[in-house]
């Protein structure tokens, strides 16, 4: 009881977040377990239906081509997207002057990439009549509609995420600088060379930080939204190219109203993300090295 | 020679990445027949009509647009630092009853997707009245929600020497009284990096907005760029451009003036 009461201060202090928590985050995570086993449509109260949604979630071709295309896009571009940040990092690194103007340009990208005006944009370059096309003209190259033929719309996404690099690189960059100059200089005096240097030294003791920026990226990439639905006006086309997962999601709960089937996706979602992050947890054991082992051994 | 090298390709990769933005800023300044001539940066008749035309052709001015934005903007920012930081100091600096659970679950909400709540959310901010209205969007600020906030300040406050506190406490200062006068000062330039997220991700928000926000001259400037072709009949590409531009001069500038900060945030907590 007096320990309770020693407490009472603190509760006063997280009474914001208490209420915040409770009734914005872990209630309506636990309304939406319950609406995904009901039929709902907003309007109406919920139906009891079991696990129906799920089940009809997997025997749903625009569901299963929607997994598809987020597969596609989080295993394409976040690979890429983080070896362009290492790579540039470590060029960046190496005592070059202006450094700070370099990591600010190619940050920049990064800090506009997830807006509205960026998705139109994008929609123009890669328009038929677009920027790109305009440029690969002058080189006499006859270029195609990028966004409105289904085998390159993905791609024009891709590109998008890559481009914004700069966020995972600043991140690099913290970790490069943390690495001590003299352990590279005792590899270059016992003969490693450059790349060996690199793959030897830096990359283990980087592995940490690409470890954060994996996991970090992984989930961001899932829940990629914004630059889909606008560049696709909402329907994610041409021929469902761009459906990403969130993007049905949303068709489902504002265009269909299918609020039941929607939480029922909301929480496959959440199990995926979870399952990757485990995993990424699991394999990373193997990879990533916190400079500990050593010592104790 | 091989500095020089490495700051040539340095140079054009960036030219490359900044390449489709100066465009755009060039694309607003011309006229609409001129805009897809060619691809170059430098416009023939350079033009600052679509800047004109832009702001008033969705039928409502855009300046509504951006004051709806800068009142979610201010109301986030101001919510996220008040709260976070009462939240960031009990876990921090304070012993209770089932700290430790609390702070698990805190963490374990930051890397939560925002979908498994929405569908919840949505409901229960109908049965509130609060469909296209821009509370929505500013409850949740005032209820410590973005726990990323609270972490960064957590561990800023461990950094903080716990003698200070003592001394304040001798001085005869309470919990509230050492939150005010020696934590929260000290812990300005977290606020301050919360400050400047908590603006540039609600001014890019788009999911939110979209799904609340219906009427009009409620819209924020998200929503309203997005229907901009709908609203004014799809061929003003040099007014998108043009208010494209306005929406990202907001951004932009708040980066060039914090510049270290952000950066420094972002190395160090891994904010995207």
């Known amino acids: ?297 | 020679m091989k500095r020089v090298l490495a700051h040539l390709g340095l140079s054009a990769g960036a030219l490359i990445m900044l390449y489709p933005l100066l465009w755009m800023v060039s694309a607003s300044l011309r006229k609409n027949t001129d805009i897809f001539d060619h691809p170059g940066l430098i416009p023939e008749h350079p033009t600052l009509g679509n800047y004109a035309l832009g702001w008033s052709s969705t039928g409502t001015s855009f300046g509504v647009y951006i004051m709806n934005s800068l009142i979610i903007c201010a109301a986030v920012v101001i919510g996220n630092v008040i709260t976070c930081s009462l939240t960031a100091y009990a876990f921090a600096r304070m012993r209770f009853v089932g700290r430790k659970a609390l702070f698990a679950v805190m963490l374990g909400t930051i890397m939560l997707p925002a979908h498994v709540t929405l569908i919840a959310q949505y409901s229960i901010f109908r049965n509130l009245n609060w469909i296209d209205t821009f509370w929505p969007m500013i409850v949740p600020s005032f209820l410590a929600t973005d726990a990323f906030f609270v972490f960064l300040m957590v561990q800023f406050i461990r950094s903080i020497p716990v003698e200070l506190d003592d001394a304040a406490r001798i001085d005869g200062c309470g919990y509230w009284g050492i939150y005010r006068r020696i934590i929260l000062p000290l812990l300005s330039p977290a606020l301050v990096t919360t400050a400047i997220f908590s603006f540039i991700w609600t001014w890019n928000n788009f999911f939110s907005q979209l799904i609340y926000l219906s009427t009009r001259t409620r819209l924020t400037v998200p929503v309203a760029l997005r229907g901009f072709l709908d609203a004014t009949g799809s061929s003003e590409w040099g007014g998108l451009f043009a208010m494209s531009v306005v929406t990202l001069v907001p951004v932009v500038v708040v980066f060039v003036v914090f510049q270290r900060r952000i950066l420094a945030g972002m190395a160090h907590t891994g904010l995207k």
């Not at chain 1, 509760?11 to 977040?17: H, I, M, S, V």
């Not at chain 1, 996404?157 to 001590?180: D, E, K, N, S, Y």
């Open chain 1, 1 to 297: 009881m007096a320990r309770l009461r020693q407490s009472l201060p603190a509760y006063l202090f997280l009474l914001p977040w208490l209420i915040g928590v409770l009734g914005l985050t872990i209630g309506p995570m636990l309304l939406s377990l319950y609406y995904s086993f009901t039929d709902y449509a907003l309007l109406n109260t919920p139906e009891w239906t079991g696990l129906h949604n799920y089940t009809a979630l997997f025997q749903d071709p625009r569901y299963l081509h929607s997994l598809r295309v987020t597969f596609i896009y989080v295993g394409v571009s976040v690979p890429l997207e983080m070896a362009f940040a290492l790579a540039v990092a470590v060029l960046l690194n190496r005592g070059l002057k202006g450094l700070a103007v370099y990591r600010a340009l190619y940050y920049v990208p990064s800090l506009l990439g997830g807006s509205v005006a960026i998705a139109l944009l994008w929609q123009q370059i890669f328009g038929s009549d677009g920027l790109l096309n305009d440029i690969l003209g002058v080189f006499g190259i006859h270029g195609r509609g990028w966004i409105s033929e289904p085998g390159t719309a993905l791609w024009t996404l891709i590109v998008l995420r890559v481009w914004q690099f700069g966020a995972p690189m600043v991140i690099f960059l913290a970790g490069l600088r943390q690495i001590p100059d003299d352990v590279l200089e005792a590899a270059e005096v016992d003969g490693a060379g450059r790349w060996q240097r690199f793959w030897r030294v830096t990359l283990p003791l980087l592995s940490p930080v690409v470890f954060f920026n994996l996991v970090l990226q992984i989930i961001g990439a899932f829940q990629a939204f914004t630059p889909a639905f606008v560049i696709s006006g909402g329907k994610g086309g041409p021929s469902d190219s761009t459906l990403f997962y969130t993007l049905y999601l949303y068709q489902q709960a504002f265009g269909n109203f299918r609020m039941g089937y929607a939480a029922a996706m909301a929480w496959v979602l959440l199990l995926i993300i979870a399952v990757f992050t485990g995993l990424n947890f699991v394999l990373g054991r193997t990879w990533v090295f916190y400079g500990d082992e050593g010592v104790r051994r």
